[in-house]
């Protein structure tokens, strides 16, 4: 079954892509949750000239994503977290801790943009998380956690 994502749905696509589906899958969860509709010839026909009209937009925000990215690199940030013998973390910092602090320093990104490997990070040190600003532009950002006794 092929449909159209009417919104970015993780590890299948993004929004306006056609993508072939099991059947259960997009009968059963993605139409009725308003993710994407059935692709039929008409709704590829309007869909296709939907991307040829939005295509300077797309291009316009890439260049917005791109100087997001060289802004991204040059920052330095560091995340304190309280922690104990070594190093490790009491708790532990996650893609919320490192969206709040770049918050802080003036990049609103939201939390479900950043991944960072192994979904959290339970000791100090040098680390590093992938920041989807668009689908076409990634960027691997570095962040170091303090550990401040408590």
């Known amino acids: 079954m092929e449909v159209i994502l009417k919104q970015d749905v993780e590890n299948l696509g993004f929004k306006d892509d056609v993508v072939s589906v099991k059947n259960g899958y997009g009968r059963n969860y993605l139409i009725p949750q308003g993710y994407a509709i059935l692709a039929t010839e008409s709704a590829k026909k309007v869909l296709a000239e939907d991307l040829r009209q939005r295509a300077h937009k797309e291009a316009k925000m890439v260049d917005a994503a791109t100087k997001t990215s060289e802004a991204l690199r040059r920052v330095e940030l560091k995340i304190e977290a309280k922690a104990g013998a070594g190093g490790k973390l009491f708790g532990a910092v996650t893609n919320q801790d490192v969206a709040e ?21 339970k000791v100090s040190g040098k680390n590093s998380a992938k920041v989807r600003l668009h689908r076409d532009v990634v960027v691997d950002f570095h962040f170091e956690v303090v550990a401040v006794e408590a």
């Open 101 to 121: 602090e770049l918050a802080k320093l003036g990049h609103q990104i939201d939390k479900k943009y950043i991944q960072i490997a192994g979904g959290s990070i």
